[in-house]
């Protein structure tokens, strides 16, 4: 291809920009929209497909003309602020003074919720660890079973949030209360990976960041808190902004500043119906970059087969723990038959967070990328089953519970006219 004709950078990245957004809005529009899976998930399997394993194995030439490492960097940042955006919301939106008002039931659920598919998780990288190529060169053991483990233990709390908004539960009680379970769960799953990523050589930075970080937090309330409703946005990205490159710079990750820095405020401050929006907007912009970057990680060097075995391993702990943890915590608080795998199928939901959670691993080499892309395998593969195994559950839920309310009122009536 000549000079004059040959595509500049910025040319190439809006070519990949349409292929990014076209491509999965096609499919989803072509297979039944919302009824199967949102949007979100469309583009999360659609950035696997669009990876070197699979496009750029099937189009080598073409992939490597329009995936250049100049365009590829540009797409990485646009995914870097995409998704700090995204966590820093998911922060904002976590409402820990209505978990600490019901911590005895939230505690008991989250708590069961978490630790059971951690153990799962985290028996099945024992497994996967005999064979050689899934412990990155920085990972030690205790750090790579640590990782596998909060991986099954993971619950996407956006994701969840469109899920019950599609399956319309989101406002009903049943809701509000599995969001409260997820909410706790997204406060561990920090907390876990800030000790996963902890370095020894840094820990001076590290120490000093959380030092720091307490009183930066309290003027950062006050100033939010203080400030119009126009400016809390401002204030609240530069605030984010800031937290990431302090986290980033001791050695964590930048997720992690990202995450705290927006749990440190307050919801309230912020209306319900403007952080949707603003989370609608980040999905529907910049997120799918995320999405592509994530299947541009995607290695199949360890052969389809093998990392395909990984990801239905680490399906089956994910699923099994997080329904028996559930389970378990049904019976302790005496649930109605059938709540707690409706609670349980939809509390394992993985996408989004999952995977910036093991983004965060590679990065730091923890994992390998064979590892990452079962991860990703297995964080599409939950999310895509929550939707067809709840939505008759919660059909059959309704039905009992009405000809239990109504056998009640039965019985009630009876009560009194034979009083």
Avoid at 83 to 106: C, P, Q, S, Y
Avoid at 123 to 131: E, G, I, M, P, Q
Avoid at 239 to 259: E, I, N, R, Y
Avoid at 286 to 307: C, E, N, Q, Y
Wanted: net charge positive; proline share 3%; hydrophobic share 60%.
């Amino acid at each position: 291809m000549g000079a004059a004709t040959q595509m500049t950078t910025s040319e190439l990245f809006l070519v990949a920009l349409l292929i990014i957004f076209v491509v999965p809005f096609a499919i989803w529009r072509l297979f039944g929209r919302s009824d199967w899976a949102p949007l979100v998930v469309v583009q999360i399997v659609t950035g696997i497909l669009l990876g070197p394993g699979v496009l750029g194995a099937a189009f080598p030439v073409a992939y490597t003309a329009i995936f250049t490492n100049d365009v590829i960097t540009a797409l990485n940042g646009v995914a870097w602020w995409a998704v700090m955006m995204f966590v820093w919301i998911a922060g904002v939106e976590l409402d820990i003074h209505e978990a600490w008002e019901n911590r005895r039931e939230t505690g008991i659920v989250a708590g069961l919720a978490l630790v059971v598919p951690l153990l799962f998780g985290s028996v099945a990288a024992l497994v996967l660890l005999k064979f050689p190529g899934w412990a990155g060169t920085r990972g030690t053991r205790w750090q790579v079973v640590l990782g596998f483990g909060m991986a099954c233990a993971v619950t996407a709390l956006p994701i969840l949030v469109l899920l019950m908004e599609n399956m319309q539960i989101l406002r009903s009680k049943l809701g509000q209360r599995v969001l409260r379970y997820a909410s706790l769960d997204d406060v561990a799953i920090w907390g876990v990976l800030a000790l996963i990523l902890l370095d020894w050589d840094r820990m001076i930075r590290q120490v000093g960041f959380f030092v720091c970080f307490i009183p930066a937090a309290v003027i950062a309330r006050r100033g939010v808190a203080s400030a119009s409703e126009a400016d809390r946005w401002l204030y609240g990205l530069i605030w984010l902004v800031g937290c990431g490159l302090a986290s980033d710079w001791a050695g964590l990750h930048f997720m992690v500043g990202a995450f705290l820095s927006g749990a440190v405020l307050d919801a309230k401050w912020y209306r319900i119906e403007k952080m949707d929006q603003f989370r609608g907007t980040i999905l529907l912009t910049v997120m799918p970059v995320f999405f592509l970057s994530t299947g541009l990680r995607t290695s199949w060097d360890m052969g389809g087969v093998g990392v395909f075995a990984a990801a239905a391993l680490l399906l089956a702990a994910s699923v099994a723990g997080k329904l028996t943890g559930v389970a378990i915590a049904g019976r302790v608080l005496g649930w109605q038959p059938g709540e707690a795998a409706i609670v349980g199928w939809l509390l394992q939901t993985k996408a989004l967070i999952m995977i910036i959670f093991a983004n965060i691993l590679l990065d730091k080499l923890v994992i390998t990328s064979a590892t990452f892309t079962a991860l990703l395998l297995m964080a599409v593969g939950s999310t895509m089953l929550t939707m067809p195994i709840v939505s008759p559950l919660l059909a059959k839920f309704e039905t009992l519970t009405h000809i239990g309310a109504a056998r009640r009122a039965v019985r009630r009536r009876r009560k009194v006219v034979n009083g």
